[in-house]
């Protein structure tokens, strides 16, 4: 899986494409981990092109949310939502952990 990082002055925007499935999801949770080593807690997950998301895969969004949400240091916020994987948020009640943008203008801007 390929990622392409974006650095703002007060948020780090990560862009991949594809299905984050059980094989997928240890993939994307690195990367964001990564980004959490560099002491990037401000995090904006641009999810236009992404199809799908498992179980597996909103585990490792959750795990990555509680650990940049530690000590209040940041958000993982997604942006650019499939509707059915809105849906599929929404069906499994994650919903309310995270915050979700239609505008990546509108989610750079929130930090």
Same mark, same amino acid.
């Given at each position: 899986?390929?990622?392409?990082?974006?650095?703002?002055?007060?948020?780090?925007?990560?862009?991949?494409? %594809? @299905?984050?499935?059980?094989?997928?999801?240890?993939?994307?949770?690195?990367?964001?981990?990564?980004?959490?080593?560099? %002491?990037?807690?401000?995090?904006?997950?641009?999810?236009?092109?992404?199809?799908?998301?498992? *179980?597996? %895969?909103?585990?490792?969004?959750? @795990?990555?949310? /509680?650990?940049?949400? /530690?000590?209040?240091?940041?958000?993982?916020?997604?942006?650019?939502?499939?509707? @059915?994987?809105?849906?599929?948020?929404?069906?499994?009640?994650?919903?309310?952990?995270? /915050?979700?943008?239609?505008?990546?203008?509108?989610?750079? %801007? *929130?930090?």
């Amino acid at each position: 899986m390929d990622f392409e990082i974006k650095e703002y002055k007060r948020s780090t925007v990560i862009y991949t494409s %594809g @299905r984050i499935d059980s094989y997928t999801a240890p993939e994307v949770e690195e990367a964001l981990n990564q980004l959490i080593e560099k %002491g990037q807690f401000n995090i904006i997950f641009d999810m236009s092109d992404v199809t799908f998301v498992s *179980s597996a %895969g909103w585990w490792a969004l959750i @795990r990555i949310q /509680k650990e940049v949400k /530690k000590m209040n240091r940041g958000e993982l916020a997604l942006v650019h939502l499939d509707e @059915r994987i809105q849906e599929s948020m929404d069906l499994v009640g994650i919903a309310p952990y995270f /915050k979700c943008y239609s505008e990546l203008l509108e989610a750079v %801007g *929130s930090f």
